[in-house]
């Protein structure tokens, strides 16, 4: 290794390499940069051939030496890095689990893990004990051939076999006990309904439409009564202690539905419904986040699920688009006129409503995400056949799927999660989405954003006060 060494030494202070420096250095006057016969002795200044030189006063063992501690600080440094992931205590942490599935999952993760850490350290260790213990030393004779050891192979086959196949086997139950039946079945025992949630998944937010947001019904009341409807976005809330079967579907492109604490990533597929379920068993927030890229705002596509007591929960479902908890001010009831009128928010969203299924028995959201459909397909259109359409009043309607906002105040974010809901980031929100989430399909494609060189809303100062006010209005539960 000493000799290898010296050997790179002394290339390197080879006139080639001396050349190839000073031309990196910039030293090398332009003329003879090109010059392929020039010898070193014409153009390498002192300076430069002094640096390695004055290098060789050092061993070169010592150099390679310092050159493997800087390698193994990098390592560890990444390494410590990895660990920080580790904290069960962060948002999006899969160590922090809550909740049957999550605890599930976390367990064959951790045995998988550890006994893979064991194989790689037994094998790995019988590798390197063999190499420095038995390593060939200068007139060491030809060792004994040997061709095969029985007890050895028997036993180094049979072990891997029975490692893969019980943990394939387990990981395949595992799979199992994820499949919505098994909520069902936990349902039951608890002798209670499982709650049905349907997200769906939009560039760059959820939807969460509940069909029956309060399953176990009372019978008091007419049938029809029975049924909560309720469409929210980004901010879920659920019972404790009871199990969600999720319906995940999308309305454009691959997105996965991910909530680290409670249960492991779900892709959301166009055209397609899968399925997935957990349980929050302690009170409180969970983050959520798209897993899958969808996009610019991939991101920012994030969620919350707020699990809460049964009784708690029952409050906000039956306060859930009924009675204002306060009566609108002035400036609120202003801003609702902003809101259907110069506003033109109503084109996208719903307020003080359920998605009401329409004539052909699909939500207002979906038949909005099929006009966007429509009217971004018109848009590849040639700009000869727009114009004709524009013209002779064929153009397609504008109105897109977005948040319904009819529980906007009673959330804690705007933005899929993106910045905590209060007066400032609202308004700022509504002057120009982008400030706060670049690529947002409502500056995008909402008029207001349009007229304006600088995108901000075609609205005055005053319009944009009332519309706050009006939005921070839209509140169900007594404030905490
Ligand atoms: C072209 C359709 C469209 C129009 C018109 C529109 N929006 Fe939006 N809005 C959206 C979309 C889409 C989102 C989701 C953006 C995201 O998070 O990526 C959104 C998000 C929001 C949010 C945040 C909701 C949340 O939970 O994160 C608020 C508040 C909002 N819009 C208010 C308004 C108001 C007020 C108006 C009228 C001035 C308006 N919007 C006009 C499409 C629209
Ligand atoms: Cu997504």
């Not at 949630?197 to 509940?210: D, L, M, T």
């Not at 492991?264 to 597929?269: A, I, P």
């Not at 009128?341 to 028995?361: I, K, L, P, R, S």
């Not at 959330?411 to 999660?417: A, E």
Request: proline share 6%.
């Amino acid at each position: 290794m000493v000799r290898a060494a010296s050997e790179i030494l002394h290339t390197r202070r080879s006139p080639s390499f001396r050349r190839i420096r000073g031309f990196t250095m910039g030293l090398l006057p332009s003329a003879e940069k090109d010059s392929p016969t020039n010898s070193e002795t014409t153009f390498v200044p002192e300076s430069s051939r002094a640096i390695p030189v004055s290098n060789t006063s050092e061993s070169p063992t010592r150099r390679s030496g310092r050159r493997s501690l800087v390698a193994l600080a990098i390592l560890g440094g990444i390494l410590a890095l990895a660990a920080l992931g580790c904290d069960a205590n962060a948002h999006q942490s899969t160590f922090g689990v809550n909740g049957p599935v999550a605890r599930e999952q976390l367990l064959l993760f951790n045995v998988l893990l550890w006994t893979m850490v064991a194989v790689f350290v037994l094998v790995e260790g019988a590798l390197l004990y063999a190499a420095i213990r038995y390593r060939r030393k200068p007139g060491d004779p030809l060792p004994p051939q040997t061709h095969g050891h029985t007890p050895l192979e028997i036993a180094w086959t049979i072990i891997p076999t029975i490692l893969i196949l019980g943990l394939g086997i387990w990981s395949v139950v595992v799979l199992f006990k994820l499949e919505p039946g098994e909520a069902i079945a936990l349902a039951k025992e608890q002798g209670k309904e499982p709650l049905y949630i349907e997200a769906v998944g939009h560039q760059w937010w959820w939807e969460f439409r509940y069909e029956d947001a309060y399953p176990d019904h009372d019978p008091s009341k007419p049938a029809e009564e029975q049924m909560e409807l309720i469409t929210t976005a980004n901010e879920m809330r659920i019972p404790v202690d009871r199990p969600v079967i999720m319906t995940l579907k999308s309305d454009d492109v691959i997105h996965s539905f991910w909530i680290p604490k409670l249960a492991g990533k779900q892709d959301v597929v166009p055209t397609r419904a899968n399925q997935m379920w957990f349980l929050a068993e302690d009170a409180g927030m969970y983050y959520g986040q798209c897993a899958e890229f969808c996009g610019t705002a991939h991101a920012q596509m994030k969620f919350r699920v707020h699990a809460m007591p049964e009784a708690e929960y029952k409050a906000w479902v039956d306060g859930w688009g009924g009675d204002l908890a306060e009566p609108m001010s002035p400036e609120a009831a202003r801003g609702r006129l902003v809101f259907l009128g110069d506003g033109q928010c109503v084109t996208c969203h719903t307020v003080g409503t359920a998605d009401q299924v329409n004539e052909v028995g699909e939500g207002v959201q979906h038949a909005r995400m099929q006009t966007y459909i429509a009217y971004t397909q018109w848009l590849s259109k040639r700009a000869e056949e727009r114009l004709e359409d524009v013209r002779t009043g064929n153009e397609p309607p504008t109105a897109f799927a977005a948040p319904n906002l009819t529980d906007l105040a009673d959330r804690t974010t705007i933005g899929s999660g993106l910045v905590d809901l209060n007066r400032e980031t609202l308004r700022q929100w509504l002057r120009n989405p982008d400030d706060i989430k670049p690529g947002n399909r409502m500056s995008e494609l909402a008029a207001i954003y349009q007229t304006r060189l600088d995108h901000r809303a075609d609205l005055s100062e005053e319009q944009l006060s009332d519309l706050v006010e009006y939005l921070m209005a839209q509140r169900h539960l007594p404030v905490q």
